[in-house]
């Protein structure tokens, strides 16, 4: 069975939810999930990482704090150097989310942080694919999936005084449930064609 | 008197209302100001390059097509590289806005491409300073400005079946009029601190 | 048999001949390749663009002009806003190349750029997977493959005063090599995967 | 007197050194300077953010690790959140550095994060103004400042496996000492013309 890891830093819980409607996407596109905290994997040698290592496909994801991702997720990234020296890691599927407290908020540069390692880990980069959002005047901005308009990854929205119960809404949710489903079904496919 | 000129260049006429919106600003904030379309400055030996020599300030703009700048923007990008291989905008002020058809809708790259070249000519960059946008719950993200929160400089949104007589709307126009005011001070604080 | 298509635009040759070493890549990786230039592709009625459409994997190249890729190729990105709005690219391999007169040179901000473009159209980001480059005192910088240290894309180096014969020399055209055999190979597989 | 403060984080000794070539170039230019490490400024409430609060320019520095600035690094930057909040440090001036085991080595992503940071808190973003670097046949990569051709701040190299004595090489660090000296006059300019 194809495996997922989804590997998250989540400060308030905002985006351990969204971590959490992933993992039922990637279950909805037939695969297996994991879902680990990046504060569990700061360190080379301890923690989980041989789930990492056994999965097809791994999701990156983290707030948008001060204009990228968080330093606890940086911990995580730091800590998979030596997976990066000897590209244990290449080959495999990898996507990317986050959350900020704004429409844009500076999340494109986490994405873009997010792709980036995995570009040195050369993995492949899968994209949510929830094309349009909210981009004509009929268009709803509360209830359309993509409503901000991300395309690299899940871009979503928690205001600065929400609980994780309110936010990210529930289109929102959805995106993310996308994201996993496509990320399951791309491992798949990968893996057969091998 | 400071000068401070605005090269643009708008598809559909949104960007040409925000540009309109930033030297409102700009006049606001007590300088002089030039709007130049990018179609005008395509050529490195044709158009009026001579006031973005003079002027003290240049704010570049361009809507988002397609995840960045578009083409005709890039060509006046081209066309001012022996400009840059002279460094003759060195120590200019310089900033920069874009729209595009969605709240985020990659507009992040199209800021960054623009910071970008405002480094390669040894530019400083301005920033808009309208920080913190819609961003709680009691926020109400029609009347916010920079509701879409960007920090590089003016993102501003109009959906793809609109007229630029509806969007930008005012709350982001008075965003651009502060951007303009804050570039007309800092150019005349830097000119007067020479 | 698989099909990889490679656009780019080359403003002075070497882009051109980079373009041709990827090609070379594709073969090797067991692929048809079609080289097509961006310059034929600059209006979306109007050229080769049932070759794109027929491709299992894009790639796409463009030296970098005053910081990201060139108008030409910017014209081609915006000729394929209907296709983006008809997500009729979804699914398909992407990757990127790109060559500028230094080392970093602003490429990254290129790469990034071809990236977002992909991501936009919901296609799967292809790295070139040619890990370190130089990076150890023992390594020679003029020998190294991916000797500047990219990973999202390809990113070469040819001096502003060289032709095409001369640069990018043979380890940058090796490691261009590299990424179109890898593309080659992972669209087999995707498609073998279907 | 004009202040300037250098906040880094340093892994190895590398970007320290760095970051006493930038404070030589500050002194060169006629400002006070202070260095401090980020390791000290990773609480909101603990270390010496008056020393931040007073100066009239703040330069960051850090490695880039994984893709990006470092996690001690993003801890000063999250440790900065409530000063984002009361926008305390807007209208100081900004700059940046980095270092990698290569040439680009996601370097660019390192820079545009710094920028983003000083955007957020709505300071100026000051460039070295080293402009070309090695970009003709008969520059010498070895000897050429700004070699690698960094626009956005200080991008330097230092082998993975190299000593702080001997890299950043002294090319690089002259590199550095323009930007500091930059930096300072730009600064007073800047105060003497409020």
Request: aromatic share 10%.
């Amino acid at each position: 069975m194809t495996k997922v890891a989804i590997v998250y830093h989540s400060g308030y819980g905002h985006t351990a939810k969204l971590a959490e409607a992933i993992a039922e996407g990637v279950t909805r596109g037939g695969a297996e999930v994991s879902l680990l905290k990046a504060d569990d994997l700061t360190k080379p040698d301890e923690g989980p990482w041989d789930v990492l290592q056994e999965a097809d496909a791994i999701i990156f994801g983290s707030p948008t704090y001060m204009g990228t991702a968080t330093a606890v997720f940086q911990q995580f990234a730091e800590a998979s150097s030596k997976i990066w020296f000897n590209q244990l890691w290449k080959d495999k599927l990898a996507a990317g989310f986050t959350i900020s407290a704004s429409a844009s908020g500076d999340k494109a540069e986490t994405l873009s942080r997010l792709a980036t390692l995995a570009s040195q880990h050369s993995m492949l980069w899968i994209t949510p694919a929830v094309a349009k959002g909210y981009h004509a005047k009929g268009d709803d901005y509360d209830s359309a999936e993509n409503r901000n308009g991300f395309y690299l990854g899940v871009g979503a929205f928690a205001p600065s005084d929400s609980a994780p119960e309110e936010f990210p809404h529930e289109p929102e949710l959805e995106t993310g449930r996308k994201l996993g489903e496509r990320v399951a079904k791309a491992a798949t496919r990968w893996m057969k064609g091998a």
